[in-house]
């Protein structure tokens, strides 16, 4: 039994216009994770809908997509740049990315 670390990525399916994202967007985030971790996993086919009020203001949703790999070297450097580059290229205030310890049996 191994120790990894399963890394999620919640991602806004449209812009903050309403405008959503071209095929090819999301496709070159799961080609870059793919590449660097060698695997990724999207769920697409349902989208989740995400849900906040910011300083107790009006609620806002989004509809996301989950995208996750498993890495054993959790590198937070890396994962907080990535994080940021995603922010400006999404064009987003925040996006999570979250990271959990798993045991793999």
């Known amino acids: 039994m191994k120790n990894r ?13 309403g405008v959503r994202f071209a ?11 793919s590449d660097r971790f060698g695997g990724v996993t999207a769920f697409t086919r349902a989208p989740a809908e995400g849900s906040w009020s910011p300083d107790g203001g009006a609620t806002s949703t989004d509809d ?7 890495v054993e070297d959790l590198n937070e450097a890396w994962w907080r740049d990535f994080r940021q ?3 400006r290229d999404l064009r987003q205030a925040e996006i999570v990315v979250r990271a959990h310890q798993i045991l793999t049996l």
């Open 5 to 17: 670390y399963l890394v999620q990525i919640l991602l806004p399916e449209r812009d903050n216009a």
């Open 23 to 33: 095929p090819s967007v999301m496709a070159g985030i799961r080609k870059t994770l």
């Open 64 to 70: 996301i997509v989950v995208v996750e790999v498993m």
């Open 85 to 87: 580059q995603l922010e």
